[in-house]
């Protein structure tokens, strides 16, 4: 699944991590003023925030997209002399875009958290009649976060064409790495299915399920500075009173909870849908051998293993209710979270209109962040079940003692030894 992808697998992830955090790192540590020494400054600490799309092409973002590029170059040119692999190109400049396109993704809804403020306290001055405004002007204001809204949906149509584009490198490499090892791989029972159509599921699920992680991973170190900074309006928390960065505290605090939560209701449900991929096995085994044998795939025998179908699909529904009234309790919850974290203060008359709306947005980008296992946990748990099928799969060529559920799916002929 990953050494056919990336060159030496468990020292590349490594490697990613470390080099990452060596960036981020040096970018806080005085590499964002180092675009000075090119003529691309910093912005002014006292300087207004620029409103609109004009922010992306301004001299500090100018100088990041710089900064990012000569990082992403220097580790590709490292692991090209190090580990050449066919797939490098695809592997390390294609998923440094990918990070890339979902980092700038994630700036277009920080600008468009900034323009939420003076934007909806012209309304709120205009409603009130403490100010006026002309038509034209609201106009200009709209057609500011049309901007934003067009390039965000530009940069998203692109960057989903080019996410499927790559996870089909991805399937193509396991592809081409298991055809390989065809002769040793081709005796086994359910082959052809792991080769074609595994590879196929996997790759469909980390489409959706990896783009999705690291959209969480960048909209949180986005969006926590402007939660920290919104949190100089708001007064004190709901039975908790007055505490250093309010919001920010109530967003962990409230994630927390419900990844929690949600662990302990569908700890069960990773190994239960294992053990349907093992039943289905033994029943669609005992089906293919009837299909040359006529002692085989008799009715009795047939009837017995779906009933072991029916039971454990039964197990799993049951299973799902539980787990399903926790995930939507807390769903439901989470829409009126913030508002609740926002009553002190506005009973306080601390807040505008404007502000309401950026705390709220900013809110639920960095809570939803935090939630990623929670809004994700049935996509995590087909994914484990069908790596678990491909990891027994590929045992039989690393000759890696497998764990016990891993063998109790190859005993019932997921992936039969060989014959």
């Given at each position: 699944m ?12 490594i ?19 180092l ?43 490292f ?11 695809w592997?390390?400049l ?6 890339f ?6 700036q277009?809804?920080v ?11 012209l ?7 403490s ?7 609201l ?24 996410v ?13 790495y ?13 082959a ?8 196929m ?16 991973i ?27 960065q309010?919001l ?7 994630s ?10 569908g700890?069960?449900?990773?190994g ?27 009715p ?9 179908v ?14 399903n ?6 769903l439901?919850?989470n829409?009126?979270?913030a508002?609740l974290?926002m009553?002190?203060?506005?009973a306080?008359q ?6 309401m ?18 809004n ?7 994914l ?6 491909l ?29």
């Amino acid at each position: 699944m990953f050494v056919s992808f990336f060159p030496k697998p468990k020292l590349f992830f490594i490697s990613v991590v470390l080099w990452s955090a060596v960036l981020v790192a040096g970018w806080f540590l005085g590499g964002a003023q180092l675009g000075a020494l090119i003529g691309l400054q910093p912005a002014a600490p006292d300087a207004p925030p620029l409103i609109g799309v004009s922010i992306f092409w301004s001299p500090p973002f100018v100088w990041f997209y710089i900064y990012f590029l000569i990082g992403v170059l220097l580790f590709y040119g490292f692991w090209r002399w190090y580990s050449p692999n066919p797939w490098l190109r695809w592997s390390i400049l294609g998923s440094a875009l990918i990070l890339f396109v979902v980092y700038f993704q994630v700036q277009v809804s920080v600008a468009v958290n900034a323009w939420y403020g003076p934007f909806y306290d012209l309304i709120q001055a205009v409603l009130s009649k403490s100010e006026t405004a002309t038509p034209e002007q609201l106009y200009r204001e709209i057609g500011s976060f049309a901007g934003l809204a067009l390039v965000g949906m530009n940069v998203a149509v692109l960057n989903a064409f080019f996410v499927s584009h790559w996870i089909f490198r991805w399937r193509t490499a396991m592809n081409d790495y298991y055809v390989g090892h065809w002769e040793k791989l081709r005796h086994i029972e359910g082959a052809s299915q792991r080769v074609q159509e595994d590879t196929m599921r996997f790759s469909q699920i980390m489409e959706n399920l990896g783009v999705a992680f690291v959209d969480s991973i960048m909209t949180l170190i986005a969006f926590t500075p402007v939660l920290i900074n919104l949190s100089q309006h708001i007064s004190a928390l709901p039975i908790i009173g007055e505490v250093a960065q309010p919001l920010l505290l109530a967003a962990i605090g409230w994630s927390l909870f419900g990844t929690v939560a949600l662990a302990v209701a569908g700890i069960r449900l990773p190994g239960l849908q294992f053990r349907n991929q093992r039943v289905e096995a033994a029943y669609r085994k005992e089906l293919v051998y009837g299909e040359d044998h006529a002692d085989r795939a008799q009715p009795a025998t047939l009837s017995e293993l779906f009933d072991n179908v029916r039971r454990n699909y039964f197990r799993l529904y049951f299973h799902y209710v539980y787990f399903n009234v926790v995930r939507y309790t807390y769903l439901q919850a989470n829409n009126m979270f913030a508002l609740l974290v926002m009553v002190p203060s506005i009973a306080a008359q601390r807040l505008t209109l404007g502000l309401m709306n950026q705390i709220s947005y900013a809110f639920s980008q960095v809570t939803s962040s935090f939630q990623f296992l929670v809004n994700s946990w049935s996509t995590i748990v087909e994914l484990l079940s069908v790596y678990k099928r491909l990891h027994a799969f590929e045992a039989t060529l690393s000759g890696d003692e497998l764990p016990k559920l891993d063998q109790e799916y190859i005993e019932a002929g997921g992936v039969e030894e060989q014959v």
